[in-house]
């Protein structure tokens, strides 16, 4: 007898079919004991995520315009499977209190995190698990950092005395009592963090898809399943946008060793992929593990004769970005040549600021701005000893007639990351993985 802790996602729970679907695999396996919802998902590809239209009710509460319409989907989508389960629970006082903390100008994190909380008391009346708050629990600092020490104590502390619970996924607490969510998809991190803090056997996450596959299914046909990875090639892979996982969710399980199990609600007996500390399938050198990769970057180049020689060149240009609050992704340098690599959604109108001050401090020969760019990771763990691998994926690239404008490797020499122009990018996933897969 283990412990196990599953999160299940929102496609998973997005209706009372769905839900019908988790108790049954719940109640197949004992060690089931700890279960991490999210809010209810897409029941199908027009639909809306119920976490969407919460945001989308605060948005419009902030601005005094109406949301009483957004609201009664919400509240609609939720009676219906408390309806359709037979449950006894009455959720309209509670939905109707929401409503007024909305209009009343709670938080959008408090607005955002009840997604997972009524959620939560669906599932715990239906599995007849006990329901635990994770604002009880899931602890943040005053200014809404993680704080994994008071968290894990109070976790260990908690379900110490619970024989089996559900606790929603996605937001804990700040010491002032103000909800603190995670970013979104968040609720992946807090199953890893109550199976750290339970010293669980497994970290089951349950999705829509069985397992993580070599590449986005929604750019490659059919790709195929991972059937085992190390945590390292699966945070590379989250991070850069293979979002079945979210990337922060890696480190608390690894830590503690537990390993995590990726499954399939739909599809309970597919094995899934399992991610583990170590190893992972070392017969597979030679081969990548995976491709993932995001849109949406901005690559400004700085060129002057002789920066190699100039003391402390790097330094100012980096703190002309660090005194804006923006962080880089990647620098690929030359010797007369240096580039930074900046996501969007951090530049937002701050770019002319930002070449304007180069201009007047360093003194450049030239700033080129180049945007659009989308950024590539292929990654595996067998890369490094495998010569070749490069050459596959240049001359791959080449021959589909894609530019490649940037190019970085990680120092472990476990990916290449490559630049693209965002209209190439679903092409040049598919360029790779047929590189290497047939
Ligand atoms: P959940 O709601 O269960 O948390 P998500 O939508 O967050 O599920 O994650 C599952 C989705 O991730 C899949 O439906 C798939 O579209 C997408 N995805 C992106 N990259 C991959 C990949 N490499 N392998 C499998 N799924 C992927
Ligand atoms: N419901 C949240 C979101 O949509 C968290 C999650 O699904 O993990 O981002
Ligand atoms: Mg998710």
Redesign the pocket.
């Known amino acids: 007898m283990g412990i196990k802790v599953a999160k299940f ?4 729970l997005a209706d009372a079919e769905q839900f019908r679907r988790v108790r049954s695999i719940v109640m197949m396996d004992e060690d089931r004991r700890y279960i991490i919802p ?1 809010a209810p ?1 897409k029941r199908h590809s027009s639909d809306h995520k119920i976490t969407d239209l919460l945001y989308l009710c605060h948005e419009h509460a902030q601005k005094g315009i109406p949301f009483g319409e957004i609201f009664e989907l919400i509240s609609t989508r939720y009676l219906k499977i408390v309806e359709e389960l037979g449950l006894s629970l009455d959720l309209r006082p509670i939905l109707e209190d929401i409503r007024e903390k909305v209009l009343g100008g709670y938080s959008v994190e408090y607005t955002a995190s009840r997604g997972e909380y009524l959620n939560g008391l669906i599932l715990s009346e239906f599995l007849g698990y006990e329901f635990v708050d994770p604002a009880e629990m899931i602890l943040f600092t005053e200014s809404g950092v993680y704080d994994s020490k008071r968290t894990l104590e109070a976790v260990e502390k908690t379900l110490a005395k619970i024989e089996n619970a559900v606790i929603p996924g996605f937001y804990g607490s700040r010491p002032d009592g103000g909800i603190q969510t995670f970013s979104r ?1 968040g ?2 991190i807090t199953g890893a963090i109550i199976a750290q803090g339970i010293k669980a056997d497994l970290y089951e996450n ?4 069985s ?8 750019v490659v046909k059919n ?1 195929k399943p991972i059937k085992e990875i190390t945590y390292r090639e699966l945070r590379e ?1 989250a991070y850069m ?4 996982l979210h990337e922060d969710s890696v480190f608390p399980v690894r830590q503690a060793g537990i390993p995590i199990n990726i499954k399939n609600t739909n599809e309970p007996e597919a094995e899934g992929t399992l991610i583990v500390p170590n190893g992972g399938d070392f017969s597979r050198s030679g081969m990548i593990t ?1 491709i ?1 990769g995001k849109k949406g970057f901005t690559v400004i180049t700085i060129e002057k004769a002789m920066m190699n020689t100039e003391l402390g060149f790097g330094r100012r240009l980096l703190s002309i970005i660090e005194s804006r609050g923006i962080s880089f992704e990647h620098m690929p340098s030359g010797i007369d040549s240096i580039s930074l690599v900046i996501s969007d959604n951090q530049l937002n109108e701050k770019l002319d600021g930002i070449i304007e001050e180069i201009n007047q401090q360093l003194k450049p020969d030239a700033v080129d701005v180049h945007d659009n760019m989308a950024l590539i990771a292929t990654v595996g763990q067998g890369m490094a000893r495998t010569p070749g691998i490069s050459g596959r994926l240049f001359s791959a690239l080449g021959s589909e007639d894609i530019n490649v404008r940037m190019i970085a490797q990680g120092s472990g020499e476990m990916n290449i990351i490559i630049g693209v122009e965002n209209d190439d990018f679903e092409r040049a996933i598919e360029a790779i993985y047929y590189a290497f897969v047939n």
């Open positions: 996602g929102g496609s998973s999210s998902g998809g609720s992946d349950w999705t829509d898809v397992g993580f596959m070599m590449a986005d299914p929604r790709p892979l946008g293979a979002n079945v995976g993932a």
